[in-house]
């Protein structure tokens, strides 16, 4: 295989080695050879990107030898590996992160004084890879780290977008997209493998027909062809010599394009199809829940997987041989239903160019496959029109409905005469256009079933997966999410890094999170509650600084509580709900300018589909309220209203840090998990939060009296659902609820225009579908709390370090062992260093 084609002899280390030295001596040699042999220049010439460049090779450098020989021992030892199969990698910028998980973030940072380097300056430089939307990619990268921390030997496939998901400006408070040109400069931690590709075919039509040992086959005769690229980055784990490998594809047209046989005489044709090709990998789309069910999005599913699948079949063959055993060697994981067409192709693959019968392709694809789910939300479950896949991909659209035949007959067995719950749990949806029901797909071609927190995990069983749930029970699994804390702690927080250090006085805990409860018997020292305090203080002066200097907005970081609501925009996510928060918070204070109030800064960041109307008009309400708030004397002294434009992995690390309050206040039922609650917590900010998704899970942790429970449970939304929920008469009810609404559409925030704000309004009033009439006064009360408890200091704190001290269960490292252990059955691999 070409990745172990690579030297296998390091040159010995004495005296060091440029390439391997991890002294600040050959550090420094390393950074400067790498500024002029990879660069080309002197450092009186180079730009800010050139200084970049140096330290990434210099920090890549160091990597390379761990690759090759993880990629040895992983290859000789016959390693059974985990395939993670997503559309998304939310990465967020290497360079920090790398050195920490080498263990050379001092040595280097001294290195880089000596050579007069501007440290902070190089790692501002570095243009992150957001190949992701926001949750669902972003765990998909923290699996990738906790992978190589645990040992675990594996494999993540994506696709190499060539554009990312697109950068937020904010112009006069509207979201304003601009593309991401992240590979502009280039990609100093992608190694590009041209001879690691193979053809991803479309469309036409398939062949039957029977071999001389009379069986049947056929032949898949398509009409366009691309070919998929590999490349490679890294992943190096904490501490440990394991570095797996991240493979994203890039679609090309294939080498061997043929002008003559695709296109006869049709040269700007030709030109036209190589075009269409490099297409498919060129942007990610940028919505998250809500499928766009664009041809284009379809394509580029069955790019990444076909080439991800084809390659896994290439290293089976290469290593361990006969396909029979193809399960035994590789576990795949299914991000969602994105990569759900596996099933079908790897099916595909047996049997048309293996020969391999169906039973026995069925075996081994039931066997190799896992999924995991994300969502509830009944809009962003995926399907496919059937005339869609029929024109793009004719044999899987075959393969789907012998599937389906197969297992309606199971279904039909096991429930005698029950018609309507074979239509419930067929592959295809038969009402209006015929649908492909890609959940279905992942579910009937999979071992394994799992939701991603214990309470969507239960709900899975009893709503959309209900059918199947009953019918084999023993398939469904929870695995909670995690991150990772060398990304959300130690490199973005590393004061409190230091503390938790120097207080548990180890630094375990990086590896081993559950080591953080050594906090526990601290809680109550003022020695440590001084220094936590310190260091809060420090992280939202940073914080304050960085947004006075992006966007002008000026936060009192001594004075002021920063309660921050970071994640994408979503109605079920209910940002509009802590908007009326604030406008009550504002009339009190215009009531009554004497309030001995709680100073607070209200902070956002979130990107909003481009195409989701109502999450971008929330955008603009929240822009609005902060200029009317921000500029207002009587106030301002004490609240005021931040929306941190572009919010990505970068911009997080600047908030998480810095968070006293942490917003989880989705409608109970509606996050599957949540990933920022954890990071938030992680960092010491309390939250306040429904008992929805990881939140319950964080609560029952850090304790029902260090959490700021407000709000419905899922069974109660369930409950008033089925009742008949009218928002009217909670509107009016509520005069403090009515005034608020009323002042949202009272122009007051739109410079006299009445008709801005009125559908977001009038969707509140009339249908409000996440429910924030219902628990707008229990948020109200449960934030009157939340003041109280911040104004004792010694109180807050306490909570702050318990929150701290017991998040162990939501490092991903404890995910990824949950995966190994109960859903892949893979056991460590370890490398030493
Ligand atoms: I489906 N999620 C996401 O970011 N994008 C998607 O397309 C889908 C799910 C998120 C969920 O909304 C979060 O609750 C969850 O924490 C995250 O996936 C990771 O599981």
Redesign the pocket.
């Known amino acids: 295989a070409p990745e172990t084609e690579a030297p296998t002899e390091v040159p010995a280390a004495t005296p060091e080695h440029t390439r391997t030295g991890m002294s600040k001596a050959s550090l420094k040699q390393a950074y400067i050879d790498n500024l002029f042999y990879i660069q080309g220049r002197f450092r009186e010439v180079a730009t800010p990107h050139d200084l970049y460049m140096a330290a990434a090779f210099t920090v890549r450098d160091r990597m390379l030898d761990r690759w090759v020989k993880s990629a040895q021992v992983y290859k000789t030892s016959h390693a059974r590996t985990v395939c993670y199969l997503s559309a998304e990698y939310l990465l967020g910028p290497h360079l920090a992160n790398n050195l920490v998980n080498l263990g050379i973030s001092e040595v280097a940072r001294r290195a880089g004084e000596e050579l007069d380097l501007d440290f902070e300056a190089i790692l501002e430089e570095e243009e992150e890879p957001g190949l992701g ?5 972003r ?1 998909a990268a923290c699996y990738m780290d906790s992978l190589a921390t645990v040992q675990i030997p594996a494999i993540g496939y994506g696709i190499r977008y060539e554009f990312g998901i697109f950068d937020q400006d904010i112009q006069n408070g509207w979201q304003v997209e601009r593309s991401d040109t992240w590979l502009r400069n280039g990609n100093p931690w992608e190694i590009p493998r041209p001879k690691i590709s193979f053809p991803v075919r479309y469309g036409g039509h398939t062949e039957h027909s029977r071999d001389q040992a009379g069986r049947s086959r056929v032949r898949w005769v398509a009409d366009m062809v691309v070919s998929g690229v590999a490349f490679d980055t890294p992943v190096l784990g904490y501490g440990v010599g394991n570095v797996n490998l991240l493979r994203l594809w890039k679609a090309e047209a294939p080498e061997s394009f043929d002008f003559q046989v695709f296109n006869v005489g049709d040269y700007y044709g030709a030109v036209h199809a190589k075009i269409e090709a490099e297409t498919i990998s060129k942007v990610l789309y940028p919505n ?2 809500p499928e766009a069910g664009k041809e284009l999005r379809l394509k580029q599913q069955y790019f990444f997987v076909s080439c991800s699948i084809q390659d896994m079949i290439r290293l089976h063959l290469n290593t361990v041989g006969p396909l029979e055993t193809f399960h035994e060697k590789f576990v795949a994981q299914l991000n ?1 239903t994105h990569p759900a067409i596996a099933v079908a192709e790897l099916m595909r693959l047996l049997m048309d160019d293996h020969a391999m019968p169906w039973d026995a392709a069925w075996d081994i694809t039931r066997n190799t496959f896992c999924y995991t789910n ?2 509830l939300l009944p809009e ?1 479950l995926e399907t496919w029109s059937v005339a869609l896949f029929e024109r793009l991909l004719p044999r899987h659209l075959e393969i789907i409905y012998e599937i389906n035949r197969r297992f309606l007959d199971t279904v039909r067995v096991r429930y005698l005469g029950d018609e309507a719950r074979v239509a419930r749990m067929s592959l295809i949806d038969e009402t209006g256009g015929r649908r492909i029901r890609m959940a279905h797909l992942a579910v009937v071609g999979s071992r394994a079933v799992n939701g ?1 927190a214990a309470l969507h995990s239960e709900l899975i069983k009893t709503t959309i997966l209900k059918d199947f749930y009953e019918m084999s029970p023993e398939r469904f699994h929870n695995v909670t ?1 995690g991150v990772t804390p060398r990304r959300f702690i130690v490199v973005s927080n590393p004061r409190l890094a230091e503390l938790i250090t120097e207080f548990c006085g180890h630094d375990r805990w990086i590896r081993d999170l559950d080591c953080l409860r050594d906090l526990e018997e601290h809680a109550e020292d003022p020695a440590l509650q001084a220094r936590w305090r310190e260091v809060k203080t420090a992280a939202k002066q940073d914080l304050a600084l960085w947004l006075s200097q992006h966007g002008g907005v000026v936060l009192d970081p001594q004075t002021m509580m920063f309660d921050i609501q970071a994640k ?1 925009m979503h109605e079920y996510k209910r940002q509009h709900l802590n908007v009326l928060h604030i406008i009550r918070v504002y009339q009190r204070l215009k009531q009554n300018p004497n309030l001995g109030m709680v100073p607070r800064a209200f902070i956002f960041g979130g990107k909003a589909a481009p195409g989701y109307y109502m999450a971008k008009l929330m955008i603009k309400l929240i822009n609005s309220v902060a200029e009317v708030i921000n500029n207002d004397p009587q106030v301002n002294g004490f609240i005021r209203v931040a929306f941190m434009a572009d919010f990505n992995v970068k911009n997080g690390q600047r908030l998480y840090p810095a968070a006293d309050l942490s917003e989880q206040i989705s409608l109970a039922g509606k ?5 920022g609650n954890m990071k938030f917590s992680m960092n010491g900010a309390l939250t306040v939060g429904t008992l929805d ?2 939140n319950i899970e964080i609560r029952d942790e850090v304790g029902a009296e260090n959490f700021f429970l407000f709000g419905m449970t899922a069974e109660e939304v369930r409950r008033k659902q089925a009742e008949g929920y009218r928002p009217w008469d909670y509107y009016h009810g509520d005069d403090e609820l009515r005034s608020d609404i009323d002042l949202v559409t009272s122009g007051l925030f739109s410079h006299g225009d009445t008709n801005l704000f009125r559908p977001l309004a009038d969707h509140l009033i009339n249908q409000d579908p996440f429910m924030v009439l219902a628990d707008y006064r229990a948020y109200l009360n449960c934030q009157d709390r939340i003041s109280e408890v911040y104004d004792r200091p010694a109180e807050w704190d306490r909570m702050s370090i318990l929150n701290v001290a017991r998040m162990g269960k939501f490092s991903s490292d404890r995910s990824i062992r949950d995966y190994a252990e109960r859903i892949w059955g893979i056991e460590p691999k370890p490398i030493g260093i």
């Open positions: 939307n926001g949750g669902l990619g765990l998250d829940e969602d994300h969502t962003a991603v999410n994408r996050e599957a998990s949540g990933t998704g990881a």
